[in-house]
């Protein structure tokens, strides 16, 4: 059974930073992808990056490029999500989700989701 569980959620200033973290178990697979998708109250689940286990493809929503970063530690079965410049607008429950194999990265898509994390921005 595939598991993802999100950490590092919380509340902080806008222009303030926060890492998210992604464990992964189960997954056997070594051709996959792990995307970060979010959902803020009265609005659909968006994608806000992706990174690709077998070309280490990333990529990232307009809204966030430039301020968050995605990486993945395959030795730690983990992925983060470093955000940046946080604005209130960023405010949503932060999903972790997998798919494999590699694909296409909407919500429809993707295989495997955590529960999420709540980031809350003050302005």
């Known amino acids: 059974e595939v598991q993802l569980v999100e950490s590092g959620g919380g509340l902080v200033q806008a222009g303030g930073s926060l890492r998210l973290s992604c464990v992964i178990s189960?997954?056997?697979?070594?051709?996959?992808?792990i995307g970060w998708f979010r959902q803020a109250p009265g609005k659909e689940r968006e994608g806000v990056s992706c990174?690709?286990?077998?070309?280490?493809?990333?990529y990232y929503a307009d809204s966030v490029k430039g301020r968050f970063t995605i990486s993945s530690d395959i030795a730690k079965n983990a992925a983060y999500l470093q955000m940046n410049s946080l604005k209130s607008e960023d405010t949503a429950v932060y999903y972790c989700a997998a798919r494999s194999p590699v694909g296409s990265w909407t919500v429809g898509a993707m295989n495997y989701w955590g529960k999420g994390t709540l980031v809350t921005v003050s302005s």
């Open positions: 189960g997954l056997t697979s070594d051709d996959y992808a």
């Open positions: 990174i690709s286990s077998s070309d280490g493809a990333i």
